[in-house]
């Protein structure tokens, strides 16, 4: 029975009761017993580690690891039958909660294995629409509240918990536990993908003054999101996708409307105090029991370059990037890869910024949906190759890692709330594209020429979204050409996405292929960290450019924040089965002493959110 021998228990320092005082005896019994009633699927797993000679029995009457087709036990208690058709297996054992985990597929590296860009192809999906809700991809959950005895003009999630009221956390609550649960994470894995991005807002932290948004509640769904992650052999990029004050006005920052992040009276206020989740996003992922599965944060979504301007966003990021390496140290495997947006000025406009730095990461959301481009469908479906893959493989060899954080089938805007609560755009056949249960072979055909040259364009990259919820209205779902799992079932979607590899090139009848050499510092290799010191000072924060335009006094006069407050700490899950695993205690750097941005005392502060062109105080209040 060598599979015994070799166990699967993590480190020891994450193990505060060993196993050692078991009797040999009993060992061999159990060995023996479990031995007969476990089929072999299902045991656990070989593997060969260090801590060999401490076999974790735990619960041998239970599989922790299985293959296609094995029974396996969620985290609510049901079961389901393991579907992998490409050589996965899932991991978990509830007494040993942070063992290395699942294999998305015989070609993905399991969960603990190290990650290697430019060998590893992360292809994936967002989780949108889950822990930051928007209408179009949860138009039900919307829907109800449209009308409602609040009052309130429902817009963006903010307003939406104004009109729900006291039945807000009820509401999120059900949201949050049946809109992705663990077997979408299972389905992911089977679909042929390896990660997830999974967009987060601020207040999965905290939230202060008036903000409506239920503080905290959605990191409790985060957590499971690791767990299930590890579990099935999925790494996760985190992406801080609403920020304080808002960073693009957009619905999904949480609040429809002005951007008062970098921008306006209150830009820096609302930076810092950004700083300050950013550290403590980092804190929690960098702690050994959660690196492996989530080793990617991006910092600022979407952020709303033309408004904001470029020496404000870059002055922002130099400082995220100092912020964030401050916690986790230089080189690799030191915390997260830092993932940067691009402002939609495609990854080239990006070459050469913050050289040096530490694993610092591009991504680029490339949608032709947005383009206003009526070309025919055969058109369209050649425009990823042709707009994007050779300056995608360029920046790999130029930047650094390059993802596509999102990107869709979608070759027209069509879609329910697509544009909000607007009507569907002129120009374009919706009724027709809207219709997906009555399209015909030859669109589907097409539609999967859109995703190949998409997925082979941007090679690193998560589709958006997993799923689009069903609309009370119509009675079925919409925009399904953001719809991942759908277009999987109806063939829009390949089966397996690795028939994406070589589409530009015959598409293009020409490849440039990247070949696997990033710039060293790119991936936390010679030199990563030693920033070039012009860029260091060309993007010093605060910048001393901001708009609507204030002069540089007036910048040195802005409300800001001080870092006198105590920092706040993202809570560790708790495992039932293993009351006693150490889970970390939420801050892997103790030694990096910065505190958390608070109001200083006696200065009065314009409101976080509607700023823009707030008087700015004559002079610096301190
Ligand atoms: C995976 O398991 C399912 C269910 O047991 C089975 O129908 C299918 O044929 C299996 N596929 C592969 C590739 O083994
Ligand atoms: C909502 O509007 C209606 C009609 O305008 C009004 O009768 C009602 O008092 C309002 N309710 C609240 C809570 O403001
Ligand atoms: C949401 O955002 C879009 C732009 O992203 C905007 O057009 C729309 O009006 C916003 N509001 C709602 C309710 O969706
Ligand atoms: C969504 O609508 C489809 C009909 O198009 C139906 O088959 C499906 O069960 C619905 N899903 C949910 C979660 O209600
Ligand atoms: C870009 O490089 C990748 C290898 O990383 C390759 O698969 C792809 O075909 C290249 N794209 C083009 C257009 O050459």
Known sequence: MPIYMQSRSP???????????????????????????????????????????????????????????????????????????FGGS???????????????????????????????????????????????????????????????????EWTLILAMGDEAESEFEKHYSTFITEADFAEIAAAGLNWVRIPVPFWAIETRGDEPFLAGACWNYFLKGINWARKYGLRIFLDLHSLPGSQNGWNHSGKFGSVNFMHGTMGIANAQRTLTYLKIITQFISQEQYRDVVPMLGIVNEILFGTVGPVPTQSFYHAAYQAIREVTGLGAGKGPYIVIHDGFQGPLHWEGFLAGSDRVAIDQHPYLAFMDDHSPPEIMARKPCELWATGTNRSQSAFGVTLAGEFSSAINNCGHWLNGFNPEPAGYDCAFWNAWETYDQRTIDILKQVSLAHMDALTN???????????????????????????????????????????????????????????????????????????????????????????DSQIGFLPAYTPTGSMKTLPVPTFTEAPDIDAGNGWTNSEDSQLAYVEIAGCGYPNNWDAVNAPVPTSRCI
């Not at 860009?117 to 989780?127: F, P, Q, T, Y």
């Not at 930051?132 to 829907?143: G, N, R, S």
């Not at 490849?511 to 993007?539: C, E, I, K, N």
């Open 11 to 85: 480190p020891k320092h994450f193990r505060r009761h060993g196993r050692r005082n078991c009797l040999i005896g009993i060992v061999v019994l159990i060995v023996v017993a479990a031995a007969i009633t476990v089929p072999l699927l299902l045991t656990k797993r070989s593997r060969s580690r260090e801590s060999d000679t401490d076999p974790d029995l735990g619960t041998t009457d239970r599989a922790i690891l299985g293959h296609n087709g094995s029974e396996l036990t969620l985290g609510d208690g049901t079961s389901m039958i393991y579907v992998n058709p």
């Open 90 to 156: 899932w991991a978990y054992d509830p007494t040993d909660p942070f063992a290395p985990g699942g294999q998305a597929q015989e070609w993905s590296k399991r969960v603990g294995e190290n990650w290697v860009w430019g060998e590893d192809v992360a292809r994936g999906v967002n989780l949108g629409g889950w822990l930051v809700t928007e209408p179009f991809i949860v138009p039900a959950l919307y829907e109800k509240w449209l009308t409602n005895s609040n009052n309130i003009t429902v817009s963006d």
């Open 461 to 551: 990259y998560f589709f958006w979204t997993w799923k689009i919820d069903n609309s009370t209205v119509l009675g079925t779902s919409s925009s399904p050409m953001w719809n991942y799992k759908l277009g999987l079932e109806r063939g829009w979607i390949p089966k397996d996405p690795r028939e994406a590899v070589g589409h530009c090139a015959s598409v293009l009848e020409s490849s440039q292929p990247f070949d696997g050499r990033f710039p060293t510092t790119a991936t936390g290799g010679a030199g990563a960290g030693m920033l070039d010191p012009t860029q260091a000072v060309l993007h010093a924060f605060p910048p001393n450019v901001m708009e609507p335009s204030l002069s």
